[in-house]
């Protein structure tokens, strides 16, 4: 049964660093893509950040030079660093395979990030 299970966010002051981690299972997590999303209750869930199988990313407007996607097959998960957090980074993130169009119906419970002082 495919399983996503997100960690690592918690309470950061502006301009603050965390690193989230996505693990996966029930898929042969090295032959997909993989995406992070956020989502606040003002919003929709959108695009953080992607990477392919081979490695190569691509990021949001709004968190390019900020944040960073890696991946390590041997442990199957996908992690997002963030740093230099802003106020509007506030959210659930969540992360899912494929590369920007969610592949997995169950989602994991996310992860809260929250940014203020």
């Known amino acids: 049964q495919e399983q996503l299970v997100e960690s690592g966010g918690g309470l950061v002051q502006p301009g603050g660093s965390l690193r989230l981690s996505c693990a996966a299972s029930?898929?042969?997590?090295?032959?997909?893509?993989m995406t992070w999303y956020r989502q606040t209750p003002q919003k929709q869930r959108e695009l953080v950040a992607a990477?392919?199988?081979?490695?190569?990313?691509i990021y949001a407007e709004s968190v390019k030079g900020r944040f960073t996607i890696s991946r390590d097959n041997a442990a199957n998960t996908v992690y997002l660093q963030m740093n230099s957090l802003k106020p509007e980074d506030t959210a659930v993130y969540y992360c899912?395979?494929?590369?920007?169009?969610?592949?997995?119906?169950?989602w994991g419970q996310g992860t809260q990030v929250t940014v203020s002082s």
């Open positions: 899912n395979a494929g590369f920007t169009i969610p592949i997995i119906n169950s």
């Open positions: 990477i392919t199988t081979s490695g190569r990313t």
């Open positions: 029930g898929i042969v997590f090295s032959t997909y893509a």
